[in-house]
């Protein structure tokens, strides 16, 4: 029998799991991130630090993020556009779950693809009609694996991905927003 | 020895208890089958077959093994078996107060005190509603029930209804609402769903007859989580008919996502309800799968059946206005929890849960029955506290032997 190596350390994950059950402060985490307005619509934004495991703690180098947007609305286009960020972490993070369930339940994947659709009625943005709203009114996500498993089974990764996903479950469920003047 | 609860449960902790002549009494705040009395909607039946309507000692008898008993007729059941098991309890007793003492523990109740060396907590885990905090922002104009209140649709407000949960109650309460003729919308978080027959047979013998009722608390992988399940997607009807959603949806009620929230007077669903549609078919999928692979160890005939995915609705609605009218009235069928308010002893979790070991509460002396996944797969249903309560009294009963 082969090993099943996605380069997921489960272990380590199913420890923390047992771990964080009896201590849920160490549970607790706050993650940032740092925006300066650059010129027009373009915008940067960092992301070092974050606060876990009951102390500050860091990534092992400062990323940075241009956002902007594209030349049909008038922009420079120095960077992907913010909404286009979810559904960068949208994907990220459905992956990262299919790679981890994957290595917890034994299989041993060759390819992950996915491509995701968000559909965008920019029509509530730019407040041409109030009945259309500003965000995503439809998301779409389309997988293509390749792993020593049944259809079936690369069906239940995927829908265990979801079940565990931090991003899924931010964008299909609200959450409370606070914007503040300092 | 004092068992606490005169349902199945404290009943066959009783007949087990005589059986090994060990002098108790059973203490019940009201009657005989008192939940079943009090605590159950008009139409209920089982939705367990009556040849599993079986009890220590009491094993079905009557004409019609797979048929779904009333709520009246498992009153009849659990009297006949507190009679021929001659059961001794105290009725109108409610026990206020259990504490631990030198040697055992203190029992208080409205007819007096108690001392006692063990004590069998059979009070049920379905005392009170499990009803999400989001309840309390739902405006005063709308009505809000429980199961434990719900009587028949004809008792709710004329008008639209939002049932929350889609567990056996919420499917259940659904369905008559609907037929009812009032509007009916079901928010859908995880669920378990079931056909109500498999290959011509009842999907509950399908359980019994491959062993997954009888599957040991210490061999379920994630026991957390076992215990956790919500109650399958199944009703009791002479008809014998699947209530999926699918079938829900047919009747016209309107399926929306699970409730995540309150905002300005607006109830908001999560956009999710495709991926619970999906785990509950993969995961009937897999059930069915271990079944056919039973039959065909086994040598039966016929071949493994397939049932539509659940249907995804075209569009779902991810958030109601809850002040304009069209719901009147939100069912909480949320699930149920047990109530431990009297027990004075620390062995009651944050999540309001006993700490026990297959029914040994983390107390010694004490013990419990009738809680999910006990012991089996099978724990809270009636055919399964023969097993259980034969285990728990034998431990009990060495528990007595080495401290006399
Ligand atoms: C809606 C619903 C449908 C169900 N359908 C089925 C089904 O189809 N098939 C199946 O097998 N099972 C079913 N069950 C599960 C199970 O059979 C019932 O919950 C059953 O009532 C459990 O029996 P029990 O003896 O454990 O508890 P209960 O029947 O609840 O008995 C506990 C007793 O303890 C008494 N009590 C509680 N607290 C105190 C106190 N402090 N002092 C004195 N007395 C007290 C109560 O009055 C009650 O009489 C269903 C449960 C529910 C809630």
């Known amino acids: 029998m082969t090993t099943v190596d996605n380069g997921v350390n489960v272990q380590a994950l199913l420890d923390a799991r047992k771990v964080l059950a009896g201590a849920p402060e160490a549970a607790q985490f706050t993650w940032r991130a740092s925006s300066k307005w650059q010129n027009g619509v373009h915008s940067t934004t960092t992301v070092e630090k974050f606060f876990g495991l009951g102390q500050e703690q860091a990534h092992k180098s400062e990323a940075v993020f241009d956002a902007d947007h594209p030349e049909v609305f008038a922009a420079e286009d120095n960077g992907i556009t913010p909404i286009e960020y979810l559904l960068v972490g949208l994907a990220a993070c459905l992956t990262a779950g299919v790679a981890s369930v994957a290595q917890n339940r034994g299989i041993q994947l060759r390819s992950v693809e996915s491509t995701v659709e968000g559909q965008h009625d920019i029509r509530g943005i730019l407040g041409v009609d109030s009945d259309v709203r500003n965000g995503f009114n439809d998301i779409k996500v389309t997988f293509k694996i390749d792993a020593d498993a049944s259809p079936q089974d690369i069906e239940a990764l995927v829908a265990q991905s979801q079940k565990r996903s931090a991003v899924f479950d931010a964008l299909t469920n609200p959450t409370n927003v606070t914007v503040e003047v300092a | 020895m004092v068992v606490i609860g005169a349902g199945h449960a404290g009943l066959a902790a009783s007949h087990f208890l005589t059986e090994r002549s060990i002098d108790h009494v059973v203490l019940e705040r009201g009657e005989v089958a008192n939940s079943w009395r009090r605590e159950r909607w008009e139409s209920l039946r089982l939705l367990t077959p009556n040849w599993q309507s079986r009890l220590p000692g009491l ?16 009153v009849e059941l659990v009297d006949r078996f507190a009679a021929v098991s001659r059961a001794p309890v105290r009725t109108g007793t409610n026990v206020t107060s259990v504490s631990g003492v030198d040697g ?38 709308v009505e809000q029930v429980t199961p434990l209140e719900y009587q028949s649709p004809a008792k709710l407000a004329d008008g639209g209804v ?56 210490d061999e379920v992988d994630d026991l957390t989580r076992a215990r956790r399940l919500p109650s399958p997607q199944l009703v009791g009807t002479p008809e014998r008919g699947t209530l999926d959603l699918n079938a829900l949806a047919a009747a016209g009620v309107e399926l929306v996502g699970r409730w995540a929230a309150v905002r300005d007077g607006r109830a908001l669903f999560s956009g999710g309800l495709r991926n619970v549609f999906s785990l509950a078919d993969l995961k009937m999928e897999r059930l069915l799968a271990t079944f056919d692979e039973w039959a065909r160890a086994h040598g039966h005939d016929g071949s493994p059946e397939r049932f539509a995915p659940t249907r995804v609705p075209a569009s779902t609605r991810l958030q109601l206005d809850l002040g304009s009218g069209e719901i009147r009235t939100v069912v909480w069928a949320t699930g149920f929890r047990p109530d431990y308010r009297w027990l004075d002893v620390p062995v009651v979790d944050p999540k309001g849960q006993l700490r026990h070991d297959g029914g040994a509460v983390e107390s010694p002396g004490l013990y419990a029955l009738g809680l999910p996944v006990l012991r089996r797969r099978k724990s809270t249903f009636i055919h399964g506290i023969e097993d259980d309560a034969r285990d728990v009294i034998a431990h009990l009963a060495g528990y007595l032997a080495v401290r006399r």
């Open chain 2, 59 to 74: 094993p079905y008898a009557g004409a019609d093994p797979d048929g779904y008993m009333t709520a009246g007729e498992v």
């Open chain 2, 104 to 141: 055992g523990y203190h029992v208080t109740t409205s007819r007096g005190e108690i001392r006692c060396r063990a004590v069998v907590i059979a009070s049920g885990a379905c005392n009170q509603p499990a009803v999400p905090r989001i309840s309390e922002a739902v405006p005063a104009s």
């Open chain 2, 162 to 217: 939002l049932v929350v949960g889609a567990s056996a109650t919420g499917v259940q309460l659904a369905s008559e609402i609907r037929a009812s003729g009032r509007p009916v919308t079901l928010s859908v978080g995880e669920h378990v769903r079931l056909p109500r027959t498999y290959r011509g047979r009842d999907i509950l013998w399908w359980m019994d007859a491959s062993g997954v009722w009888d599957q040991r608390y």
